[in-house]
């Protein structure tokens, strides 16, 4: 569909062609992102780690939806985090749902916080669904790669509220990152084994990300390495694919044996789920 919009973008992460996502649109209510992942894919957005509000954030949006049909998929967010701990006090993610609601839009939440809790009633009003990204169970070492984001054990009863409302919920257990958490696959998703579906992925480096897992972490030097073994796809570094496929067959399996429904984003190896973000989920 050829529209001209404004906040409200078709979903094309970079023209991927390993991209398998259905077709969607993209809505990022603020612009940069306080949570700070070293390994963050975004930070192409110049100064991204320092939070912005968009000016006239709420009647750009709502011109946009008028644009939509009704039921079309909204991503929020892909290059942020819709609720910031700024959210708290501004409520702007959750004037945005609410414009969501009235015109009658489907919905993905993608966030790492578990303030999407607050609009939890709102959200159970909604065609929606909720996925919440987990990279680690360790709380040091969560500190360490999203320093800015609320630590794990609060996202995962995040998940289990919105789970115990009837939401549908995934969760993205994504990045996966070798040399740092590579080994707690089976227990994080033994923690959300509640889930209807994972999403996961391996760690994709550009040379920035790079430069700050480095930095964060100098005992993977052997990054340089590893990654120059694997393929760059468009502009990203990929890990070598007989690793990327270990790694994800053991996701595949754990989830098999908890019967959830997974998936992988952006990586080229098949997967049974209907989607892989988990819309599919949404009623
Ligand atoms: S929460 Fe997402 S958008 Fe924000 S810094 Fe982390 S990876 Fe980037």
Not at 112 to 127: A, F
């Amino acid at each position: 569909m050829n529209l001209t919009m404004d906040v409200i973008k078709p979903f094309d992460p970079w023209k991927s062609p390993l991209c398998t996502c259905p077709e969607k649109y993209s809505l990022n209510p603020y612009t940069g992102c306080s949570h700070c992942c070293i390994y963050c894919y975004s930070t192409y957005i110049p100064n991204f780690y320092r939070l912005r509000i968009k000016k006239n954030l709420l009647s750009r949006v709502e011109k946009d939806l008028s644009k939509l049909p009704k039921h079309a998929l909204i991503s929020m967010s892909n290059s942020s985090d819709p609720y910031p701990p700024l959210e708290k006090k501004l409520g702007l993610t959750r004037k945005v749902l609410e414009l969501i609601k009235e015109h009658d839009m489907d919905l993905m939440i993608v966030t790492k916080s578990d303030i999407v809790t607050r609009d939890i009633g709102l959200i159970g009003e909604m065609n929606a669904a909720v996925s919440i990204s987990i990279t680690t169970l360790d709380k040091e070492l969560a500190a360490k790669l999203e320093p800015g984001a609320p630590e794990p054990t609060k996202r995962i009863e995040a998940l289990r509220r919105l789970h115990s409302e009837k939401i549908p919920v995934v969760l993205r257990l994504d990045p996966i990152i070798p040399g740092k958490s590579e080994g707690e696959i089976e227990k994080i998703i033994e923690e959300c084994s509640f889930v209807s579906h994972v999403v996961s992925s391996t760690l994709k480096l550009r040379f920035d990300s790079l430069r700050r897992m480095l930095n964060t972490f100098p005992e993977l030097e052997h990054y340089h390495k590893l990654y120059k073994k694997g393929e760059k796809i468009q502009n990203s570094f990929y890990l070598p694919l007989d690793l990327r496929k270990q790694l994800l067959e053991n996701v595949r399996e754990v989830c098999e044996r908890y019967g959830i429904g997974y998936a992988f984003c952006r990586e080229g190896i098949d997967f049974k789920a209907k989607s892989c973000d988990g819309s599919h989920l949404i009623r």
